[in-house]
């Protein structure tokens, strides 16, 4: 009967549906009735001598606000909860192996013992240490990072006889024992406790003096390839088979050379797919962030509750968990760093064949980034070549059963494997074949998730989303705003890479899947294309209200009603999608705050870049986001304090705007206090400046209050101060 039941259940989200759906039907109409205004408005005033212009930017305005409000209601149409039965699937001998990738790439920003930690908790996972193989990228080729691998699969020999002695749920030692996690009773396990915390303060002073003896400890950008099995047997050369307390650590640096690209994070990623096909060969992967360590142990038992169920399995690609992170306050969360708004259309996604690939924490299918299934089953060995590459080795791989183990120790004493094995890293093997193109991860732009998740759908497969009570993977995100926007820009300049190509998601993603699934894509894939209305709503209605030129309706218009209907539609919604996260309305109010800075500096230049990229003016890049943590900055948050000291053209575009609305509304009140006419036509256009205001409050004290070091810069706020001034008075004396 037990064996039965089922691995996994899924449940739509009634409720949210229901209120999603109704809503949606509800806020169409009254768009429909504000979009009947703005044509017949614009149509009288085009037979008139008015000036046009900003009524036309006003519509465009709206109309891209309503088109992305459009896209976003296939991610509400069917949210649902899936939940996994762990303690239902089959004894050890029968799990799968699983082979974990963490990347890294500069220990300057990536602290080595912020990486060694989920390296470790990964290693700790509860799961069979034989069907467990740990796979390292360390993109920047530094010995730093090779020592401290070295160092961490010793300190992980004492630390996973522990976990699992004593039952501990958090295996990321430093987060245990900064939380003093307690995993059993007596004075036996108090002592134990005592030794292993000895031992993990050994390590960290350990990892100390490898940095401190280090030349350079920053990354290499020209380099062979390095592959090193770490193991007791490296430096007495015996067998280490018999060692089946810890999973197999592999430290994987790809060869770099300036003359040759790199493919970014999905040049690293493809590499440890080769090497661990060659080695391990497990059919199925997880895949982390080097700050996203496994805080519950159980996640690739739950993985398996979805891959091994004979209903999903044939056509999962992979299981998507949330990202979460240990460093942020949730009320209020000052940056947005959680993406709570994501995560929730994360849940709609799965109502439709699953969520996009999001760049760690997942499980995903050896078979699925092969692309196997694309090929003929006659196929000869050069055709293969063709899209695999040189490596006979590694294409005998592709079609070997998981054997455990099986070449591991030949990476050890066969030269002519181990040859192969660093061929199939250097930086040259993708030429010629289909690497990131039709196999492996996607290269073409900087975010290979969401591109190869793209892909995957599009070619039928479809994906799974977990999001237990316990966080089963958490990392750290930036508490600066300068870092907040740098990596913003990263992300929605590849979203935007995709959306200006022939894989646009409206147009190939139509073709090849539900128009649903395609507008969900779309929408994440456009989101930068949100800084043209902000900017437009930012500038135009305030430089018209200094003029005094009305661009809404009257108060006694019966369209006033539509407008102040549609304004307050959307932030209701927002509220109510907020609460129902189980946040409170600072969250509502302070994710208002960040979407606009983002808007009108991450989107703008994400957007900006993507399109002088696509005529071929510039070329991507992509800098890894510092994981240094600066006290600081960290005290500034604690506080809930912003910290703008953000790169100077972002404050200066923010600070500009910010003084020229507070200017506006002054000007425009005065106006409307000496000409009573004026406050039937100017009420909302007036309300416009005195939003943007009192939401970006924290601006103003930045640059007028605080002395901190936090502080808007004085030439930042001074220079803004003059720009805002002489717009304003162009738009003030120019007819």
């Keep these: 009967m037990e064996k039965s039941l089922p691995l996994n259940d899924w449940q739509v989200k009634k409720r949210n549906r229901a209120i999603n759906r109704l809503h949606g039907f509800i806020h169409g109409g009254a768009l429909a009735a504000l979009f009947y205004y703005r044509i017949t408005t614009i149509t009288a005033i085009a037979k008139s001598s008015s000036s046009i212009l900003p009524h036309l930017l006003i519509f465009a305005a709206e109309l891209t606000l309503s088109c992305m409000w459009l896209l976003s209601q296939a991610s509400l149409w069917n949210p649902v909860a899936r939940n996994a039965y ?23 920003k990536e602290p080595s013992l912020g990486v060694m930690n989920t390296v470790i908790s990964a290693m700790a996972l509860d799961y069979p240490p034989h069907k467990l193989h740990l796979y390292l990228s360390d993109d920047g080729g530094s010995p730093v990072t090779l020592r401290a691998l ?56 350990s990892l100390g003096k490898i940095i401190a003896e280090a030349v350079d400890v920053g990354a290499s950008r020209d380099h062979a390839p390095i592959i090193e099995v770490i193991s007791d047997a490296n430096s007495n050369g015996t067998d280490w088979s018999s060692d089946e307390e810890i999973p197999l650590v592999v430290y994987v640096a790809r060869e770099k050379r300036p003359s040759h690209p790199h493919n970014f994070k999905a040049g690293a990623l493809n590499v440890l797919l080769r090497v661990s096909g060659m080695i391990s060969n497990s ?48 009320n209020p969360d000052i940056y947005d760093g959680a993406m709570r708004c994501f995560w929730t259309k994360w849940e709609g996604f799965d109502g439709l064949r699953g969520p996009v690939l999001s760049g760690s924490g997942f499980y995903i299918k050896r078979e699925a980034l092969y692309g196997t299934r694309k090929l003929q089953s006659n196929v000869d060995l050069n055709e293969l070549k063709k899209y695999y590459g ?98 913003n820009t990263r992300w929605f300049l590849g979203l935007a890479q995709v ?40 500038l135009v209605p305030q430089l018209c209200l200094v003029r005094g030129v009305p661009l ?85 948050y604690q506080m809930g304090k912003y910290d703008f000291q953000a790169p100077p053209l972002f404050m200066l575009i923010l ?50 209050l605080r ?21 304003l008075a162009y738009a003030a004396l120019v007819h």
């Design 86 to 108: 762990p303690e239902r699937l089959p004894g050890d001998d029968n799990l799968p192996a699983i082979d974990v990738f963490v990347c890294t790439a500069d220990p300057a």
């Design 150 to 205: 070295r160092r961490a699969r010793s300190f992980a020999k004492l630390w996973i006889p522990f976990c699992r002695k004593f039952g501990v749920k958090n295996r990321c030692p430093q987060a245990y024992f900064l939380r003093e996690e307690n995993g059993g009773n007596g004075d036996h396990f108090f002592v134990e406790k005592k030794a292993i915390e000895k031992a993990y303060d050994d390590f960290k002073i």
């Design 283 to 330: 059919p199925y992967i997880l895949s982390l962030d080097c700050d996203m360590y496994c805080n519950d142990p159980t996640s690739a038992r739950q993985a398996m509750c979805f891959h091994l169920d004979p209903k999903l399995s044939e056509n999962l690609a992979f299981v998507q968990f949330p990202q979460r992170f240990h460093n942020i306050k949730r």
């Design 390 to 487: 040189s490596s006979n080795e590694f294409i005998k791989s592709i079609y070997r059963n998981y054997k455990l183990n099986s070449r591991s120790n030949a990476l050890l004493n066969d030269e002519a494997f181990k040859q192969e094995v660093q061929l199939v890293a250097s930086c040259s093997y993708d030429n010629g074949s289909q690497w990131g193109k039709e196999m492996g991860y996607k290269y073409f732009v900087v975010v290979e998730d969401y591109f190869t998740g793209f892909i995957l759908h599009c070619e039928g497969w479809i994906s799974v989303y977990l999001d237990p009570s316990r966080p089963c993977f958490l990392g750290s995100s930036p508490l600066s705003l300068g870092e907040i926007l740098i990596q």
């Design 499 to 538: 959306a200006l190509s022939k894989y646009s998601p409206m147009f190939y993603g139509a073709l090849r899947m539900s128009i649903l699934q395609s507008m969900i894509y779309a929408e994440v894939a456009c989101y930068a294309v949100y800084f043209l209305p902000v900017y437009v709503l930012a």
């Design 552 to 636: 809404y309706p009257e108060v006694s218009s019966p369209f006033f009603a539509v407008f102040v209907f549609v304004f307050l539609s959307s932030q209701l919604k927002h509220a109510q999608e907020v609460f129902a996260s189980g946040d409170s309305i600072k969250t509502w109010w302070t994710e208002q705050r960040v979407w606009m800075m983002k808007s009108l500096t991450s989107f703008f230049f994400a957007a900006v870049n993507a399109s002088l990229e696509k005529v071929g003016l510039i070329k991507a890049s992509f800098v890894p986001t510092n994981k240094v943590t600066d006290d600081e900055v960290e005290k500034l």
């Design 655 to 704: 600070c500009s705007l910010y003084l020229l609305n507070l200017a506006s509304f002054v000007v425009g009140f005065v106006k409307v206090l000496q000409n009573g006419k004026m406050m039937n036509e100017m009420v909302m256009q007036a309300f416009l400046p005195l939003y943007g205001v009192v939401l970006h409050l924290p601006l103003m004290e930045g640059m007028a």
């Design 707 to 727: 002395k901190d070091k936090g502080r808007v810069s004085p030439p930042v706020a001074l220079l803004s101060a003059v720009i805002s001034s002489l717009v």
